[in-house]
């Protein structure tokens, strides 16, 4: 049995494959990008995600069984900076990535979802079937890629299931996303500064409790459901996430605005809030590592001897 991880070079799929390997699976990472970072049992494979000839070859030449699709352009401000881009690779990318994986059969793939597909949080904490009205480019690219994997599922029977992760944080965030700006900043010795966001409140999960859900559901015998919430069941405000750094590192300030975040300029972020894991708690998920302790973790990356997770 063979894992193929798209996207298995960015922030979340390092991890991932490293987790997968150590667990004795043998790994393929497709990405755009090569690491060299990985031992033995991990493959990787430079491509476009929107090949689907290489992709099929790819999936027949290590009799891929299981995957977990990460490959994307991520982020608001990504999506807002070049939406031609990321409706290429997020959307188009994923149908080339579906249609081979019908050609080819699998056990099961897992699409790395996000909160962004609910747009303004209409319930909080919010369930898997509460609405889905994406507002941010970046949410309706994953939306459309949710309902294009239905399609899949109920007219091909691809084996489809998304998890919705939401501002996932943790050693090499690659983003100006935070917590990662503010922790830099104290790193460095400098005051933060944020004009607007202090009234956000955002449900932060730590990289290796996405991980640890994101194999539960690819393990999983029979799922139940097309969708998990993977994060961590609390939103935190972000004057709150400023106490706790500022716990972490005595001297660090910021002067810190009202109001919702900007995902890009002029662009606010959504209202956001809690997400209901109760669904991915019935297959085990326990997420364990509380803020404090990922933010410590994290900073502890940016130290000089800090290493990458
Ligand atoms: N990090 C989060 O907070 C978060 C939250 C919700 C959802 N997600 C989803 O999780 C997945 C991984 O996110 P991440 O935070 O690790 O981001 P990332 O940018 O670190 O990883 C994405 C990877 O996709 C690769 N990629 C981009 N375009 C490609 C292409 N055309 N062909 C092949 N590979 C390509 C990149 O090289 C990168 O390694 C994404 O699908 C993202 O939408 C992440």
Redesign the pocket.
């Known amino acids: 049995m063979t894992v193929l991880v798209?996207?298995?070079?960015?922030?979340?799929?390092?991890p991932l494959v490293r987790r997968l390997a150590e667990l004795g699976e043998r790994v393929v990472s497709?990405?755009?990008?090569v690491t060299g970072v990985f031992g033995d049992g991990v493959v990787e494979v430079a491509?476009?995600?929107?090949?689907g000839a290489l992709l099929e070859r790819v999936l027949r030449e290590h009799e891929v069984s299981e995957v977990v699709?990460?490959?994307?352009?991520?982020?608001v401000t990504a999506s807002v900076a070049g939406l031609a881009d990321s409706v290429?690779?997020?959307i188009d990318?994923s149908v080339a990535l579906f249609e081979a994986l019908v050609r080819t059969g699998v056990r099961r793939v897992v699409?790395?979802?996000?909160?962004?597909t609910y747009g303004h949080f209409h319930a909080d904490p919010i369930g898997e079937d509460d609405p889905a009205r994406p507002v941010s480019p970046?949410g309706i690219t994953?939306y459309a890629v949710e309902r294009l994997g239905g399609y899949y599922a109920e007219q091909h029977g691809l084996p489809y299931v998304a998890v919705?992760?939401?501002?996932?944080?943790g050693p090499?965030?690659?983003?100006r996303?935070l917590p990662q700006p503010w922790l830099e900043d104290a790193a460095a010795g400098l005051t933060s500064s944020l004009g607007q966001g202090g009234d956000h409140r955002i449900d932060f999960?730590y990289?290796d409790d996405?991980v640890d859900g994101i194999i539960l559901v690819l393990r999983a015998e029979k799922l139940e459901h097309r969708a998990y919430n993977l994060a961590t069941g609390h939103a935190t405000g972000i004057r709150e996430l400023a106490a706790r750094i500022a716990e972490l590192c005595p001297g660090w300030q910021v002067e810190l605005g009202g109001g919702p975040i900007e995902m890009a300029p002029g662009v606010a972020a959504a209202d956001k809030g809690a997400l209901d894991i109760s669904r991915a708690k019935e297959l085990g998920y326990a997420p364990r590592v509380p803020l404090a302790e990922g933010l410590a973790r994290t900073l502890a990356a940016l130290e000089p001897t800090g290493s990458d997770s």
């Open positions: 798209t996207g298995g070079a960015g922030f979340l799929g390092r497709f990405d755009r990008s491509g476009d995600i929107t090949d699709h990460g490959a994307a352009i991520v982020g290429r690779v997020n990318g699409d790395l979802s996000s909160e962004e970046y994953k919705r992760l939401c501002w996932v944080y090499g965030f690659p983003r996303r999960t990289v996405v």
